[in-house]
């Protein structure tokens, strides 16, 4: 409804699409009914590793920290030779530079959270600044987060344009926009977040910081994947997605690959378009290929804590 | 396998044909006893019929042969409803209400404890998709069964001031599109109000009331208290012209309903019908877009389009119809056609090979009349009986396609431009059982649902099912209620 004849005109974000609550749910709870057995799950759990955005976010994190972190991100497990690496390893930004050099060659990016993660309570020019130094540190993209304050005061403008001040301090990183979900109460209200991120620039739409419970929920994905679907057919822009906290489990992983496959199709199946924020999913999924390739469940002491 | 490399994408396209694929996940068989063949179950006993015939009932997602079941004639009808009278006379109308509560309690426990064995063989026998039959036709028989126990010893509670007697012996024909489900409406109630049943299912799907017989005698029901028959429809005739049935329930078509009418005019006999339906969908351009187009789908593709109350006429506000069709057409590119038993499936096996012509028939008829045909690209099983899921766009009002029941999975799209227009429309119908409103605001809901000639009416959701609600037509899709309060009084006199 009342969507922009072109794209450059932009939509009154007031009129957003709404979201009926108990259908976005029942939609959301019928993708966790798909069986994902045999091929299915190993190469779906192949792709959920690949997708993993690895995350230390923590006031204790040190280069130590970091550096072990990158080294898991390249090297999953290697006792299960050919596994891919997973897609990002997600840090403040004054670990940037550690992690990118831990990483050099590998092709895992190196992802910062910036702008006053995770309130984003700071005035714009810090969140600017903030930016701008993850990027020059090396950061290959950004997990900016928006203004929850303004946003529920109905300030759609000052969100907007902060996002895209953000965009445009990122230069060629990639922007990541966290909406924080679980702050802003409705779906209703996410989904108007999600057309405004994406209408300022995002180049991924993220749900939350993972400080914040409730994060990702299948439904608040689902919702963003529509959103999603719905700005690639005006503009023919595709915008990648990320849920973050909460995915801790390979068969939750797998429910949520289910969701993207039908509802944004095969070009969204990748690391490209679609990444997990997770620090605990990465040990399940190994866990349970190494289930797939000896038919036994081993111990959790078999894979490295980093 | 996932790459980092970038893709282009030239056109504006959803690919729904992923490098990601499910493996099959087929629920075993062997989860179902089967016997090679099935007698008449009359007065407590298996018993052979009469006429010593047997006739075949299949797979329709293979065309195999899955046993062979009784052919009642009127011998063995009048067996059946004479059973059925001495049940009534001796046993059932004298015990206390309680306790034929208790009865009912434990065949909703039964279904209940074997229902993945039901649900394999409702899989088996109607082409039902295995997620269907598991979540939804097994689970809500069996609430059935606990609703209408709860009422049995509560009747002066249900109807206050007013002394209720139970009718004696209802004969009752159900259809093959729920063939446990629709049993259970039928059976649940009338033994709550102290009723004795002469059941007989559908030619095409008769194992799982069967079944429900042998759930029956493990329960322990007096004698002759249910009776379970087998046959086509002149075992059907037989059952509706009985001196000795009091009352009729029938769920199916229109034309086998006004038959019955006929057959019953001028008798004692009380008479309920659930017959046919053309609902409509209405989405209005404020609706919540993404999850009417979700109900949408499952209001006609839920169980292959075979629901009496089936959305099966979509109505969408102009100024929406392009982005609304869109939509359904990618979803329905991500509905999985295919073989009924795998957990995985949307949209299974037609129901028989006379359906799947009658469906053909139509996609014919919508062709001709120049509607515009879209069908999924999901490959097909080359064995057994398929139809994709299928869209008519640029359809009129007096096309054929919109006026009469499909019973299938096929849509037919029409547009509107004012609330008057489409609950016009909407009622332009000699049908009346469901319908469908969406739209993001209470008081349209409230104004619609007033107006629209429909028995039942969904507001932001489709097909649900619910033992406390009553169900039934308002026209040609009959009379009577099933399901809650009002479904007793179909088997009282006051």
């Excluded at chain 1, 993708?31 to 204790?60: C, H, P, Q, W, Y």
């Excluded at chain 1, 050099?104 to 903030?130: C, H, L, N, W």
């Excluded at chain 2, 009924?340 to 949307?346: I, L, Q, R, S, V």
């Excluded at chain 2, 489709?462 to 009959?478: C, L, Q």
Aim: proline share 5%.
């Amino acid at each position: 409804m009342a969507l922009a004849s072109s794209q450059n005109i932009l939509p009154d974000f007031r009129l957003s699409p709404r979201i009926d609550q108990i259908g976005v749910e029942e939609r959301a709870a019928r993708f966790t009914t798909r069986s994902i057995k045999a091929d299915a799950k190993m190469n779906g759990l192949l792709l959920v590793l690949n997708m993993i955005d690895l995350t230390t976010l923590e006031g204790k994190d040190t280069p130590g920290k970091v550096k072990q972190l990158c080294y898991k991100g390249m090297h999953p497990h290697d006792a299960i030779p050919g596994l891919p690496s997973v897609a990002a390893i997600c840090v403040y930004p004054s670990m940037v530079k550690i992690a990118k050099k831990a990483l050099e060659g590998s092709g895992v990016k190196v992802a910062a959270v910036a702008t006053a993660f995770p309130s984003g309570q700071a005035p714009k020019d810090v969140k600017i600044r903030d930016t701008k130094f993850a990027v020059s540190e090396g950061a290959d993209e950004i997990d900016m987060v928006i203004s929850r304050g303004k946003f529920h005061e109905g300030e759609y403008n000052f969100v907007f344009d902060e996002i895209a001040a953000i965009k445009e301090a990122c230069g060629t990183a990639r922007l990541k926009v966290i909406l924080e979900t679980g702050e802003l109460g409705t779906y209703d209200k996410v989904r108007r977040a999600s057309d405004i991120a994406m209408h300022a620039g995002a180049d991924f739409i993220k749900t939350s910081t993972g400080k914040i419970q409730p994060a990702a929920t299948m439904p608040v994905t689902l919702v963003m994947l529509e959103a999603i679907r719905d700005f690639y057919y005006k503009t023919g822009k595709m915008i990648g997605m990320k849920p973050a906290g909460g995915i801790s489990k390979s068969k939750l992983a797998l429910h949520y690959l289910v969701m993207v496959k039908e509802t944004l199709g095969n070009d969204w199946l990748n690391n490209e378009w679609f990444r997990f924020g997770a620090s605990s999913l990465a040990n399940d999924v190994l866990m349970q290929i190494a289930k797939e390739k000896t038919g036994l469940y081993q111990s959790a002491n078999y894979f490295s804590v980093d | 396998m996932a790459t980092t490399k970038k893709k282009t994408t030239n056109t504006i396209k959803l690919k729904f044909d992923t490098d990601w694929t499910y493996a099959p996940a087929p629920e075993s068989k062997s989860a179902a006893t089967i016997d090679k063949q099935y007698d008449l179950f009359i007065d407590g006993k298996w018993q052979k019929p009469t006429s010593k015939k047997y006739f075949d009932t299949i797979n329709p997602a293979t065309e195999e042969k899955l046993s062979e079941v009784a052919d009642a004639n009127e011998a063995d009808v009048n067996k059946a409803v004479t059973a059925a009278r001495n049940a009534y006379d001796k046993t059932w109308k004298k015990i206390p209400a309680k306790e034929r509560a208790k009865y009912i309690f434990r065949i909703a426990r039964i279904v209940q404890e074997k229902s993945r064995e039901l649900a394999v063989i409702e899989t088996l026998n109607g082409g039902k998709p295995i997620r269907e039959s598991r979540d939804f036709d097994i689970p809500t028989a069996a609430n059935h069964f606990f609703y209408y126990a709860g009422w049995a010893d509560k009747l002066e509670y249900a109807f206050p001031n007013r002394k209720s007697q139970p009718l004696g012996v209802a004969g009752q024909i159900i259809p093959w599109n729920f063939p446990l489900l629709m049993a259970a409406w039928k059976i649940a109630p009338a033994l709550a109000t102290g009723n004795t049943v002469v059941l007989k299912p559908a030619e095409t799907t008769p194992l799982t009331a069967l079944k429900l017989a042998e759930i029956i005698q493990e329960a322990d029901l007096p004698p002759g208290v249910v009776n379970i028959i087998t046959g086509a429809g002149t075992t059907g005739a037989a059952l509706v012209n009985h001196p000795g049935v009091d009352k009729i329930a029938f769920t199916g078509s229109t034309e086998v309903g006004k038959i019955i009418q006929r057959a019953t005019a001028g008798t004692n006999k009380k008479l309920t019908l659930e017959l046919g339906g053309k609902a409509a969908n209405i989405i209005f351009e404020d609706a919540p877009i993404d999850q009417a187009v979700e109900g949408v789908i499952n209001g006609i593709f839920f169980n292959q389009g075979h629901v009496c109350c089936a959305g099966s006429r979509l109505y969408v506000q102009e100024s929406i119809a392009k982005e609304v069709i869109k939509k359904l057409k990618d979803r329905i590119e991500t509905l999985l056609v295919g073989d009924p038993m795998d957990k995985n499936t949307d949209i299974g096996a037609i129901n028989s090979k006379q359906q799947l012509q009658t469906i053909q028939k139509y996609l014919a008829i919508g062709k001709k009349e120049g509607a515009e045909i879209f069908q999924s690209s999901c490959p097909i099983p080359k064995k057994g009986f398929y139809c994709p899921p299928t869209l008519f766009t640029n359809v009129a009002q007096s096309n054929r396609i919109v006026q009469e029941e499909i019973f299938g999975p096929v849509l037919s799209i029409l547009t509107f431009r004012t609330d008057d227009e489409v609950i016009e429309k909407a009622n332009n119908t000699p049908y009346g059982l469901s319908a469908g409103v969406w739209t993001d605001k209470g008081s349209k809901v409230f104004n619609m649902t007033k107006r629209m000639r429909a028995g039942v009416v969904w507001a932001n959701t489709f097909n649900k099912f619910d033992p406390t609600s009553p169900f039934g037509g308002y026209k040609e899709s009959g009379f009577g209620r099933e399901g809650g309060l009002h479904g007793l009084e179909g088997y009282l006199k006051f």
